[in-house]
């Protein structure tokens, strides 16, 4: 007999921590990532500032929202990121987001929030992840499933700059 072997779409720490923050795979809560849509779609700056809302973001909401993941272990190049997947922790950064969004070519919608540091996580309508702070913008990865790796992981983002 040959033992069962199973395979996860993340390196088994990063599993670990999201199963521990109750995430499975299948995970798809489509009801609340439709209410995360419309409180963003619903909301306006004092400015004028509206978020986009598009379907790489309710996505990453539908499977991933709502989580709290706590990382245990030291990462590999930064401090593993503590995160809260909850797309409102970006609900009055509009503006930023947007003036981000256009710098890069692309619309942003916001994804969660690193809790240590209060780093904004925003996703884009390709799934590319990014996290704003007080230091500057970065990119996390291509997609969530790398970003989350990344950030779980300890792997230090790339600073964006101007050309």
């Known amino acids: ?11 088994a720490p ?8 109750g995430w499975q795979p299948g995970r798809w809560d489509i009801k609340q990532a439709e209410i995360w849509a419309d409180t963003l779609r619903g909301h306006t700056s004092p400015a004028g500032h509206r978020h986009a809302v598009f379907p790489a973001a309710v996505e990453a909401w539908a499977e991933f929202g709502g989580l709290r993941l706590g990382p ?7 401090a593993p ?3 809260h997947l909850d797309p409102l922790h970006g609900l009055h950064l509009a503006r930023t987001l947007g003036d981000l969004g256009r710098a890069l070519g692309t619309e942003l919608s916001p994804l969660g929030e690193e809790t240590d540091s209060r780093a904004l996580l925003a996703i884009d309508t390709e799934g ?11 990119y996390v990865g291509p ?6 790796a990344a950030l779980v992981a300890g792997t230090e983002p790339s600073r ?4």
């Open 143 to 148: 997609e969530i499933d790398t970003s989350l």
């Open 81 to 83: 990121a503590r995160l």
């Open 160 to 163: 964006l700059t101007t050309a």
């Open 1 to 11: 007999m040959h033992p069962e072997r199973t395979t996860t779409r993340f390196p």
């Open 14 to 21: 990063v599993d670990a921590a999201l199963r521990a923050a």
């Open 128 to 138: 590319r992840v990014y996290t704003l702070d007080h230091t500057g913008d970065w």
């Open 72 to 78: 245990a272990g030291t990462g590999r190049q930064v």
